[in-house]
């Protein structure tokens, strides 16, 4: 199952604080996190895609993260502009500064 997982980034800090949420579309996701940029309560907004699995040992769901998404930063007018990236270098940079895990699968 295909998962978007979205962090929205306060101003005041990069090291995680803020708001995160999991949406089964992408849009949605997007537009929750851009909500947070248009209200001022963040300076980046992240939506990476992400497969939900099982560990085989514990049964715990976990999300493997897929390296693609778009991020965005607040811009005039209460616009957001939604950049698309498709490396997992460049989503593992984007989730440094957000002071986000590598990944969250075991």
């Known amino acids: 199952m295909i998962v ?3 962090t929205a980034v306060t101003p005041e800090t990069h090291c995680g604080r803020g708001n995160l ?4 579309d ?3 996701a997007r537009d929750a996190a851009g909500q947070c940029l248009r209200d001022g309560h963040a300076q980046l907004a992240l939506v990476e895609t992400a497969q939900a699995v099982m560990n085989p040992r514990t049964f715990i769901r976990r999300y493997r993260r897929t390296g693609s ?5 607040p811009g005039k007018a209460d ?3 939604w950049v698309r990236y498709t490396s997992p270098d460049a989503a593992a ?3 440094a500064l957000t002071g986000q895990q590598a ?3 075991d």
Not at 69 to 73: F, I, K, M, P, R
Request: net charge positive; aromatic share 16%; charged share 30%.
């Open 4 to 6: 978007y997982l979205w």
């Open 21 to 24: 949420g999991i949406s089964d």
């Open 26 to 28: 992408a849009g949605r």
């Open 69 to 73: 998404g778009w991020w965005a930063t």
């Open 79 to 81: 616009q957001v502009r």
């Open 93 to 95: 940079r984007l989730r």
């Open 103 to 105: 990944d969250l699968d």
